[in-house]
């Protein structure tokens, strides 16, 4: 098993640029979590998927982020346009059930 | 809302000591999970151990346990014989039954000293 990957593992983007982050989920598990990792606020959650269909959006910040789960494998998380206080590490992670999270490596976004 | 708090935001210990971080939460649910999760320089979020709240028993896993008081909402983490490679930000998460949105606390820094 290959783990939840996720690409790239860093990006540098100018500010207004579009960026996706990719994610890649474990096969077999029915649930895909998009989170933020930032000195200040800690891991948010941004939005999470069951069976493809998004369910919990709330966290996302604003208009210009989205995320899309074309299948049960892959998703990706898009940011047009990007600002700088996107930049941040953005994490992946699917889970089967309640069995606890498994986490892809991240991507380390830096707009400047 | 529910909420996980970690009180220590940096916390050492002596090589081959043992050590515990802690962690409280709020909730009116009588029905979830607890999780640590390690996170090392390397950034990758490793999980540790893991609790269900209707088990009255404390899960372990070789030097790492935990300390579960249900009634006070605290979720303690022991890490015995500490070891070099066991520094990194350890994180507390809870998880309603029935929901999968796992709410992470702030983090503890680890430190061990050689």
């Known amino acids: 098993d290959a783990g939840v990957i996720q690409s790239p593992r860093h990006e540098v983007t100018e500010m207004g640029q579009e960026v996706t982050l990719r994610c890649k989920l474990i096969?077999?598990?029915?649930?895909l979590f998009w989170y933020r990792q930032t000195m200040m606020r800690g891991l948010e959650l941004l939005i999470y998927?069951?069976?493809?269909?998004?369910?919990?959006d709330s966290g996302m910040p604003e208009d210009r982020f989205s995320a899309k789960m074309p299948n049960a494998s892959f998703s990706t998380l898009k940011i047009q346009p990007s600002e700088p206080r996107d930049s941040a590490v953005y994490f992946c992670a699917s889970s089967l059930w309640v069995r606890g999270y498994t986490f892809g490596s991240g991507t380390r976004l830096t707009v400047v | 809302a529910q909420t996980v708090t970690q009180s220590q935001p940096e916390m050492s210990v002596q090589e081959a000591e043992t050590v515990t971080l802690s962690c409280t939460y709020d909730t009116s649910e009588s029905d979830y999970y607890l999780f640590w999760y390690k996170q090392p320089p390397s950034r990758q979020m490793i999980l540790v151990i893991r609790?269900?709240?209707?088990?009255?028993q404390n899960a372990t896993e070789n030097r790492f346990s935990v300390n579960f008081q249900k009634a006070a909402k605290s979720f303690s983490l022991k890490i015995s014989d500490s070891q070099l490679g066991d520094a990194a930000m350890y994180f507390c998460a809870y998880l309603i039954q029935g929901a999968q949105k796992l709410v992470f606390g702030q983090g503890t820094r680890l430190t061990i000293n050689p």
């Open positions: 998927f069951n069976n493809n269909v998004p369910i919990d």
């Open positions: 096969s077999g598990h029915n649930s």
């Open positions: 609790q269900e709240a209707y088990k009255q």
